[in-house]
């Protein structure tokens, strides 16, 4: 013995068949003394110790191993041995290969998460350093481009074993390598998304965080955060994905533990002032919800510092104070509904009724409507409201549901914002750390823990399937040698409770039935898998079950799984949370379904139940981490007890044995977990490989080259068939390696860069240097130079003195000598004419030089002539590059001829008038050089294009004003053109020789080329709008289209035979062509002006379709429905046009000529265009002109305006041939929303302002959008605009290719490559370039036959569809037809077979209807009758049976209801306001740029709200009510009406009584109101105080819906601010106040009350009361019972009832009913006893009769009872009785009897309501009793009244400590 142990020897000591550490004491007397490392002493004898027994420990389990795949002893003992080990020496991690094992140390480790350990594990590679979750971190962070591929890390182990602390020290560590990355730039260093990833923990931690009895810190929620990288290394996005929530937590926790973080934090770090506002006074002690487990405070959690933290973090997130102060009021609120306690009377009722005020107030609700939603269930029966009593039980659970779907609710949206901020791109690779909870088995484990602990076996199956089922396949695979290593596989168990008919398939298959109870699906789980060995059936439990798990065994409890399951509110839970007046609290619970709804909805659109949720959710993180390279880090607990430097050997031994920890050892110690393929390893290693390699050779050689020199024996890799496979030992070596080999030749590099550079700076200082010598030498000579130059102008000026003083000297003496010459000769010559004599007139010289001044002016004018021609020709050439420009490609060379033709007319022209200047002008005696200029003119040598020009323009009769005005700006544009041939220059005659060989011209010329000239200017008091027009209609030839002509505007629904009555089906094509060509222009056209408008706007009010121009009478008509989907949707993307188009020459008629048009196929619709859709936008607009003259910068002339790129062009008409201008928008400076003029625009250029109105605001807001947009827009951008332009809406017609017939190629040998498209009503003949391109169109048109019917169907079958007749006839004409409906519409064919012809369509969205089958049509005709209402067709169908239309019926209201709702651009703009509300300058904007948000002063042509076709209900129609789009627009009428009206009290209460009785209607009167009062031009003008007149009554009446109501807050809030101290301020903050107070009323207010509304005063009324009495009080339209209960004659839910409609009008007639009520019952209660003293009042005078009458009656026994006529079935009474209710009880009596049957006191009362709709049901302690009653609903009422009267009473008189014991929370 003494051989082989020595004492301090460390053993293995084989102890209750497991193996312990020990170290030898002592070996004598035979007995061998050995202590374990854990503490236990073992004396063990001689004969007991063996090899078995006890064996020597190897040194590596003695030293301990940082990987434990280093161990030399493989089991269970030697891992936990050096684990403890470590542990001891706070070396919490340990290696496992790339697998880490932490241990929770907790305690603080000093020094080991600094930033300086975070850097120096930055530059090292996995394994060079100890281990440390900074070293998984920075392998994870490197393979990223090392594998190139996304990373994740699974966190796992069990509750408390420090996954979430794992999680932020993964993040910490991500967050700094991001910040350190070479692409971040300095400035970024920490940037938005890596704080806000970082400061999201504590958030997370405070609100999803609590103390358990395993951890003080758990995660009671699961997550998985996924931060996106960029290719240079930083965090550029992020995502939280949270999973389940354990919502029972917030309102019941097991002894010990704790509720959420949050909740505790609030109270400790709130100041006096929020306590206050949120009623948190009173101590954590007091609040149920935190006090009920016991525990409230924890040594190891600062709650004060959790707060500040989660303040810094809220802040950094950029949660608002307003968002802050919802959220704490929403957790306030909680807390105070957890103190809601009741007692029994008639059922549960509420004793603290403070409390629930608390609550309601910081929640925004109703008091009374919480108070009834805990207390009672409204059911509704056959359409009435039926309400019945809760038991305490009953209301405590409604109680908690409402505070878990508040809290669950506000922690989902928590998680939405943190990934609003968070977000980022995702164009590179992730990296995913999932912290979910961990594996848990309490005392009582509920539904929580059973999904829990199935996310935990859905993770373990993932790292078996990694580590040991894939690795090993692999080895397999790949045919490695390799020993097969068993482990513990949990797939079993998986099946057990997620396949086919397993536990989860039963507990969503029994939450789906009504009836289902958990104890029935306990009754399923044991009867369908009581077998199965992970099945674990109870002895004795009787609402329990168990599984077995990898991790044990777990029981779980089966109450309230199903409840839980479903996760749906009552109705009126989730309606009270609906109505609440936070929006904060609104928007949690605006998308959340109720139970009811889904029931009615199916199963197959049910909400998804919550364990399904969580499967799919598990399925999908699965995939995600399938699709990454995953890394492990393994929690450990070391102990259950939480305490540092325990360590427990029995807890940490189950961990490791569940966990797999030795499986994981053994394969990682004999696996190969690196793998690569040949390629891939040798072009990544082959840098350290000093040879020098071939670019050709064999992989797999030259890889095991390489191997072989790392490592000869070949122990740490093997090469399979196409892979290496290494140990992470050698991969480490290898990388280590090649990064020496990369730094030493970066050293290299950097060494040749830095010579470089310092051979480029001194090259740069060397010419510096030089450059410094030269102007140094410059200075220095020019020095020089400057004094010797001066010198020498000294000398030089002295000598040019003396040269010049001697010249002055002679020259004066050379001029007196000729003076004295000249003198003598000037005597001389004046003797010789004083001798001539004078003879000669003057008067005939006079004569010729007058003739000849005379002759100069006409030279002159005529020359000014010559001049003006010259420069207009000039400026037409312009003009015909700027026009040939914007033609297309085939039309050019046409056009080039047809003008070369006009200019040598126009030359011909020129040289005659200069001809005659030339035989006007008198050359004798002028300059020779003028006579060679004028011969030059003869010759055509002087420039004669230009007279030509000018003598052209005045043909065209364009007046020199509007040119200057018109065609200035389009001369200054420069667009470039091909190169034009010039103009031939022959003398032959060009009009007959160019255009003889021309072909035909293109419609575009061909209509229209040169317009007649326009009418002549009116005076400037007259507008020239309407003569315009009218010039220009009458101007139109026969068959030509008018130029401003709006396509007619046809329905895309398509109902051929609503046409039977107009067309007959014998009418030629040719007749309709030709009549519709006649009278092109009607007056219904004349005000439609604009033929492009918004998207959005369009998406409402439909399409505009025609063919040709209103050519053929079916175009238009086919289902073109595109705007019915939301306005919203991109049509085309990509660099190209992603749709066939291409030009076709087209007719539809005889009669009609042919037409190039661009074609489109686009979505299954063959549409055409007038041309080529290269325009972004265009229209007709106003525009203001700028010419020379005064009368052309006032006039306003209409355009048409066509913005192509960046040019905005505008043009006489939309032929688009007389360019009159251009403007280049992107060098705009700004474009500026004119509010002086309505819908008014201004475009700022640097030469000029153009001015431009259009005829709607939703026009101006298009053009308006459209053009800031293209000024600011980049070149892909403006790309991907101009490919959404080949739009429906612009097109001339469009075609539904499911309606064509055939299409066939044609014979015609006029026109080869022709074809033609056949529908069910007309014929379409196209004709292309090519045969290719013909036979091109015809295979994307064909469709097989039936093919438009392929589509899935619905409902289909024979239906009689009504069909128009004559106005004068009234009798029903019906044809049977084959109707199919599919998803999108509703169709209808001649017959049933499949190759029939579709007769009609009818598209089908959000807005329309369907009518119910009418019971008095039924008994009129026969038929029950089904109407569908599209945007403008309708379906009146018909049929036989009822179970048929109803059928029908319930199909097409589903189709309808699963459309998206269609959004007009108010409400679109209403979502943008909302977003930007925070932003005042985008809202501004907004408002600017928009001027549908905006007062006007011209009427509403739609409504501004989407509201549903179709006609009112019957009852509504009766009352004079047409459509609700109609209605709409007669409101907005009747707001301009009211501008104008002194007395507007009749006006509001018409508005108000139509919205009262079309509730459609309410918000979009609101909006329309909204709009009035918004950028008035006067704000405080009565006119505008008309407005805010009708919105104060309107808030107090009704309510809008949520969203806007928040936007009229928005409205009002912004009112206040930018009108402060003002008429519209005070009724601004009055209707704010309002809308916090008003309930949905009965009836309208009277005039009296809206005029006391107008001037915001109250009412005085008179109350009359039960007994004769009255009283005056002071009410206004917002006064309910509970603001007069004091006084004493009314009952609390008498008074509500009474008085919430607040009308008079409503008052008087409850005054009387009251009245006859009052004397029916009296005279029925005293019948019996009284008559016989009736004779007593008789002679007493009135008052004194009253008084006697009273006495007589208080005599009774069940006086102040109210009577019910009852019937009685079952409870031992007569058959009719009298229910009396009373203030303090309840009786029975039997009809006609004084005395009662029986009476029961309402503290025994345990229910009472309407077990159904006639039966009234009440039980008394367990004793049940049924009456029969219509008045089910007034007896609940009433006994509702008395019991909370009776509890207020009771509350207030009795001690809480008296009545604890009726008291149950």
């Not at 962070?141 to 890390?153: A, E, L, N, P, T």
């Not at 065994?553 to 949370?577: A, H, P």
């Not at 979502?1471 to 509403?1500: A, C, F, G, W």
Request: glycine letters at 6%; charged letters at 30%; one cysteine or more.
């Amino acid at each position: 013995m003494e051989a082989f142990f020595t004492e301090g020897a460390h053993v293995w000591v084989r102890e209750k068949e497991q193996l312990v550490p020990a170290t030898v004491n002592s070996c004598g007397d035979g007995t061998l003394v050995l202590t374990t490392d854990y503490g236990e002493v073992l004396y063990l004898q001689q004969a007991e110790v063996t090899r078995e027994r006890v064996h020597a420990m190897h040194q590596t389990s003695v030293d301990g191993v940082e990987d434990m795949s280093a161990l030399a002893e493989l089991h269970e003992a030697a891992i936990m041995h050096n684990l403890y080990q470590r542990y001891q020496k706070d070396s919490i991690y340990t290696n496992i290969g790339s697998i880490l094992a932490a241990v929770n140390p907790y305690k603080q480790i000093p020094g080991l998460y600094d930033p300086e350990r975070v850097d120096l594990y930055s530059k090292h590679q996995l394994g060079e350093l100890p281990p440390h979750i900074f070293a998984v971190a920075n392998e994870c962070y490197r393979c990223i481009w090392k594998r190139h591929d996304s990373q994740c890390v699974l966190i796992s182990g069990e509750s408390g074993a420090g996954k979430t602390e794992s999680t932020k020290l993964l993040l910490q560590f991500l967050s700094v390598m991001s910040q350190k990355s070479a692409g971040t730039p300095p400035s970024e260093r920490s940037t938005r998304v890596e704080q806000a990833i970082v400061q999201s923990s504590p958030i997370m931690e405070a609100f999803g965080n609590a103390k358990t009895v395993y951890n003080n810190n758990s995660s009671r929620f699961g997550k998985f955060i996924q931060l996106h990288f960029s290719e240079s290394g930083n965090i550029q996005g992020g995502c939280v994905i949270d999973y389940l929530l354990e919502k029972n937590r917030v309102v019941r926790q097991n002894p010990g533990e704790r509720n959420y973080h949050i909740f505790y934090a609030l109270l400790a770090g709130a100041n006096k002032e929020h306590k206050s506002l949120y009623f948190l006074e009173d101590p954590a002690e007091s609040f149920h919800y935190l006090s009920q487990s016991g525990c409230l405070k924890d040594k190891s959690l600062n709650d004060k510092e959790l707060f500040n933290s989660v303040m810094e973090a809220l802040k950094v997130l950029e949660f608002s104070d307003e968002e802050i102060r919802d959220m704490f009021k929403l957790l306030s609120g909680v807390l105070q509904l957890g103190n809601v306690e009741f007692m029994t009377a008639g059922g549960a009722q509420i004793t603290t009724k403070q409390v629930v005020t608390n609550a309601s107030e910081l929640l925004g609700l109703d008091a009374f409507q919480l108070s009834e939603v805990l207390t009672q269930r409204s059911i509704i029966l056959r359409g009435e409201e039926i309400c019945s009593p809760l038991t305490i039980e009953q209301a405590v659970d409604s109680r908690d549901s409402v505070a878990m779907a508040l809290y669950s609710q506000c922690f989902s949206w928590i998680i939405l914002k943190i990934n609003q901020k968070i977000k980022g791109k995702e164009n590179f690779k992730s990296i995913g750390i999932l912290d979910i909870f961990g594996f848990e088995n309490f005392e009582v484990n509920r539904f929580e823990q059973f999904n829990i602990n199935y996310a935990n076996e859905k993770l373990q199956e993932y790292f078996n399937k990694h580590i040991f089922s894939l690795e090993q396949l692999e080895y397999n695979r790949e045919g490695v040698q390799w020993d097969a290593i068993d482990w513990m596989d949990n797939a079993e168990c998986l099946d057990l409770i997620e396949k086919k008919l397993g536990l989860l398939a039963l507990v969503n298959e029994e939450s789906r039935f009504p009836k289902g109870t958990d104890f029935t699906l306990l009754e399923k789980l044991h009867s369908r898998h009581s077998t199965n060995p992970y099945y674990v059936k109870p002895r004795l439990a009787d609402h329990q079950f168990g599984i077995k798990h990898y991790a044990g065994e777990v029981l779980y409890d089966v109450k309230g799984i199903l409840e839980k399951n479903r996760d749906t509110f009552r109705d009126d839970i989730l309606n009270m949370l609906k109505d609440s007046r936070l929006d904060f609290i609104y928007d949690l619970f605006e998308k959340v379904g109720s139970r009811n709804n889904e029931e009615k909805m199916g199963t197959a659109r049910r909400k998804p139940t919550v364990s399904s949720q969580f499967r799919d959710s598990l399925h999908a993180l699965m995939a995600t981490l399938s699709a990454s390279n995953p890394f492990f880090i393994r929690c450990i607990k070391p102990n259950m007890e939480k305490n540092p430097n325990v360590f427990d050997p029995e807890v940490v031994l189950n961990q490791l044995r569940y966990s797999g920890m030795l499986e994981t050892v053994k394969i990682r110690r004999a696996g190969f977990p690196v793998r690569r393929t040949f390629k891939d390893f040798f072009l990544r290693y082959k840098i350290i490989s000093k040879e020098k390699v071939t670019t050709a050779g064999d992989d797999k050689k030259r890889s095991t080259d390489l191997l072989t020199k790392y490592d000869k024996t070949k122990k740490e890799w093997q090469l399979g068939k196409t892979k290496v496979f290494m140990k992470e030992s050698l991969e480490q070596r290898l990388e280590k390696d090649r990064d020496e080999v990369r730094r030493q030749a970066a050293m290299i590099i950097r060494a040749h860069l830095l010579t470089f550079s310092a051979k480029k700076h001194f090259k740069r200082v060397r010419a510096s240097t030089v450059t410094l010598q030269k102007h140094l030498r410059r200075h220095i000579q020019r020095g020089r130079f400057l004094r010797q130059r001066k010198a020498a102008l000294v000398l030089q000026r002295h000598r040019r003195g003396q040269v010049a003083r001697t010249r002055v000297r002679n020259l004066r003496e050379e001029r007196r000598k000729k003076e004295e010459e000249e003198k003598k000769l000037v005597e001389k010559a004046e003797d010789k004419e004083e001798a001539e004599g004078e003879t000669e007139g003057d008067v005939e010289q006079e004569g010729a030089t007058e003739g000849t001044n005379k002759s100069s002016q006409d030279e002159v004018r005529q020359m000014e002539e010559i001049l003006q021609l010259e420069r207009e020709i000039e400026r037409l050439q312009k003009k015909r590059e700027d026009e040939v420009s914007q033609l297309c490609e085939s039309s050019k060379q046409e056009l080039q001829l047809r003008r070369d033709a006009e200019l040598k007319r126009m030359k011909k022209e020129a040289s005659r008038k200069a001809t005659g200047l030339i035989d006007l002008l008198n050359f004798s005696g002028v300059d020779p050089t003028l006579g060679e200029a004028a011969q030059a003119v003869v010759d055509g040598e002087a420039e004669p294009p230009k007279a030509a020009r000018a003598a052209t323009a005045m043909q065209l009769g364009v007046s020199k004003d509007e040119e200057v005005d018109e065609g200035f700006h389009a001369e200054e544009e420069y667009i470039p053109l091909p190169d034009f041939p010039p103009p031939v220059e022959t003398d032959t005659p060009m009009d007959q020789a160019i255009f003889a060989h021309l072909p035909p011209p293109p419609p575009a010329f061909a209509e229209g080329m040169v317009p007649p000239a326009p009418p002549p200017l009116p005076p400037e008091g007259q507008k020239a709008e309407p003569e315009r027009k009218v010039s220009m209609a009458d101007s139109l030839v026969d068959g030509e289209e008018p130029i401003y002509s709006m396509p007619a505007d046809t329905e895309s629904d398509y109902d051929q035979e609503e046409e039977e009555g107009s067309v007959t089906a014998g009418d030629d094509s040719s007749v309709s062509g030709s009549n519709r060509g006649s009278a092109a222009v009607t007056d219904e056209e004349h005000p439609r002006k604009s033929t492009c408008t918004s998207v959005s706007a369009e998406s409402y009010r439909g399409s505009s379709d025609s063919y040709a121009g209103s050519d053929d009478e079916h175009d238009g008509m086919m289902d073109t429905d595109e705007e019915a989907t939301n306005g919203r949707v991109t049509l085309f993307n990509g660099n190209g046009p992603p749709y066939f188009h291409g030009y076709l020459y087209m007719k539809a008629g005889l009669m009609i000529p042919w037409r190039r048009r661009w074609c489109v196929l686009k979505d299954e619709t063959f549409m055409w265009f007038r041309s080529k859709q290269e325009s972004l936008k265009s229209g007709w607009l106003y525009k203001k002109g700028g010419g020379l003259s005064t009368l052309s910068r006032r006039n306003w002339k209409m355009r048409w305006f066509v913005l192509r790129d960046s040019k905005l062009m505008y043009y006489d008409n939309d032929s688009e041939e007389k360019l009159k201008g251009t403007i280049d928008i992107r060098a705009a400076k700004e474009i500026v929303d004119n509010h002086e003029k309505e819908n008014a625009l201004n475009i700022v250029t640097d030469e000029r302002t153009y001015q431009v109105f259009a005829e709607s605001p939703e026009d101006a807001s298009g053009w308006f959008n459209v053009l800031s947009k293209v000024r600011v827009c980049t070149p892909e951008q403006l790309l991907e605009m101009s490919h959404e332009q080949a739009n429906p809406k612009n097109a001339v017609g469009t075609l539904d290719v499911g309606l064509i017939d055939s299409v066939c190629a044609s014979d015609n040998p006029d026109r080869p490559n022709s074809f033609v498209i056949i529908t069910a009503n007309r014929v379409i003949h196209c004709n292309s370039d090519t045969p290719e391109e013909m036979h091109h169109w015809i295979s994307l048109l064909q469709k097989p036959k039936g093919d438009a019917r392929i589509e899935e169907f619905l409902v289909r079958g024979w239906l009689q569809k009504e069909v128009k007749t004559n106005a004068k006839s009234t009798s029903l004409k019906l044809k049977k037809r084959w109707f199919v409906l599919t998803h999108n519409s509703l169709d209808y064919y001649k017959s049933s077979e499949r190759n029939s012809s579709k007769m009609g369509t009818l598209v089908l969205n959000s807005l329309c209807s369907v009518i119910q089958p009418d019971d008095r049509v039924h008994k009129e005709t026969g038929y029950w009758n089904i109407i569908v209402y599209g945007r403008k067709h309708s379906y009146r169908l018909y049929t036989k049976m009822l179970n048929e239309a109803m059928r029908w019926t319930a199909a097409i209201q589903g189709v309808i209801d699963s459309k998206t709702p269609i959004e007009t651009p108010t409400l679109q703009l209403i979502r943008d306001i909302k977003e930007n509300s925070v932003n005042p300058e985008i809202v501004e904007q907004m408002y600017r740029r928009n001027p549908i948000l905006r007062y006007t002063q011209h009427p509403l042509h739609s409504p501004l709200l989407p509201l549903p076709y179709g006609e009112v209900t019957s009852l509504q129609r009766q009352q004079g009510y047409a459509s609700l789009q109609d209605e709409a627009v007669r409101v907005f009428n009747s707001l301009q009406e009211m501008e104008t009206l002194a007395d507007t009290v009749p006006i509001i209460q018409g508005i108000l009584q139509t919205c009262q009785d079309l509730r459609p209607l309410r918000d979009e009167v609101y909006c329309q109101v909204i709009k009035q009062t918004n950028h008035v031009p006067q704000p405080n003008s009565p006119a505008n105080r008309a407005h805010w007149h009708l919105l104060t009554c309107m808030s107090c009446t009704f309510l809008p819906s949520r969203v806007i109501l928040r936007y009229l807050r928005f409205h009002l809030k912004r009112v206040r601010e930018r009108y402060p101290s003002t008429e519209i301020e005070r009724y601004a903050a009055f209707i704010g106040e309002s809308l916090k107070k008003t309930k949905t009323r009965e009836f309208v207010p009277s005039q009296e009350e809206i005029a006391a509304l107008l001037v915001r005063q109250e009412m005085s009324t008179t109350v009359y009361c039960h007994g004769g009495g009255s009283c005056k009080i002071s009410i206004n339209s917002h006064t309910t019972a509970g603001e007069n209960r004091k006084t004493p004659s009314f009952l609390d839910g008498t008074l509500r009832r009474s008085f919430k409609t607040g009308s008079l009008k409503k008052q008087k007639v409850e005054e009387e009913q009251m009245l006859e009520m009052w004397v029916k019952e009296e005279t029925s209660a005293t019948r019996t006893s009284v008559l016989e003293k009736w004779t007593r009042l008789q002679g007493m005078a009135q008052h004194q009769a009253m008084l006697k009458y009273m006495s007589i009656i208080k005599e009774w026994p069940g006086y102040g009872s109210t009577l019910f006529d009852v019937e009685c079935k079952e409870g031992g009474f007569p058959h009719d009785l009298w229910l009396s209710v009373s203030a303090d009880n309840v009786s029975v009596y039997k009809r006609g009897e004084p005395k009662p049957l029986e009476t029961f006191q309402y503290e025994h009362i345990t229910f009472f309501g309407a077990s159904q709709l006639y039966t009234y049901k009440i039980i008394v302690d367990e004793r049940e009793m049924f009456f029969e009653t219509p008045l089910v609903g007034e007896i609940t009422k009433i006994m509702r009244a008395y019991i909370n009267m009776m509890v207020k009473k009771r509350c207030s008189i009795m001690s809480v400590t008296s009545v604890a014991s009726s008291w149950v929370r």
